[in-house]
């Protein structure tokens, strides 16, 4: 699947995790970036820059409770339009760089590229991931469903508790661009226009 030409700026977190185990680790896992799509591009050649210090859990701190999911996008049961769907989970307190959204079998992954792009916002509480969808098709993915995998960690080094989620496509015109996609979640979009204003006008032709 293809995206088209589109420009936004948000925190994120280094590519994570491989699929299958045994997987090399990218170059830049760990690293907290900047994630900036500038051409047209396939969903798993995203574009990033580095920012700031990703931060990992601290199993020596003092615990205060399994961090609990607050919000995500797509909800349980939603149906939200085909194409690019950046998915989205906010949890109750700062998050540690770790963790992968799994396949809920038998429902279908969104997001079976082979290494995930993890999204961490400024404060350390949202994570986004950028996956695709087929119209009229339903998907689902768990959380921290598996201890012995990847989990999402809080900064005190204790797993966020466990979470399942499906949602179904529709057979409405498919998303195409990372701005329109970040749209289509009104409480997200919300949120990340306290930052920034986010405008999914294409940019000016060059020497225009």
């Known amino acids: 699947m293809r995206v088209a030409q589109s420009v936004v700026a948000i925190c994120t977190l280094g590519a994570l995790t491989a699929a299958g185990p045994g997987a090399a680790a990218p170059a830049n896992a760990g690293a907290v970036e900047e994630l900036v799509v500038t051409a047209p591009t396939t969903i798993s050649e995203l574009t990033v820059t580095a920012t700031i210090k990703c931060l990992k ?24 339009r085909p194409g690019l769907v950046v998915l989205r989970v906010s949890f109750d307190r700062p998050m540690a760089c770790a963790g992968r959204f799994a396949p809920a079998p038998p429902l279908l992954n969104p997001c079976a590229q082979p290494v ?24 689902g993915l768990g959380i921290n469903r598996d201890l012995d995998g ?21 057979t409405e015109p498919a998303v195409a661009t990372v701005c329109e996609a970040l749209k289509e979640d009104v409480a997200g979009a919300r949120e990340i226009a306290r930052r920034r204003k986010l405008d999914c006008a294409p940019p000016p032709p060059a020497g225009g």
């Not at 859990?57 to 939200?80: E, Y």
């Not at 005190?156 to 979470?163: F, I, R, S, V």
């Open 57 to 80: 859990p601290d199993a020596g701190g003092v615990a205060s409770g399994r961090p609990r999911i607050v919000s995500i996008f797509p909800a349980r049961g939603a149906t939200v």
């Open 116 to 139: 995930q792009q993890i999204l961490l916002s400024f404060d350390r509480r949202t994570m986004r991931i950028p996956c695709a969808a087929e119209p009229g098709l339903r998907y």
């Open 150 to 170: 990847p989990v999402f960690l809080g900064l005190d080094g204790l797993p966020a508790e466990a979470y399942g989620f499906d949602f179904t496509a529709s």
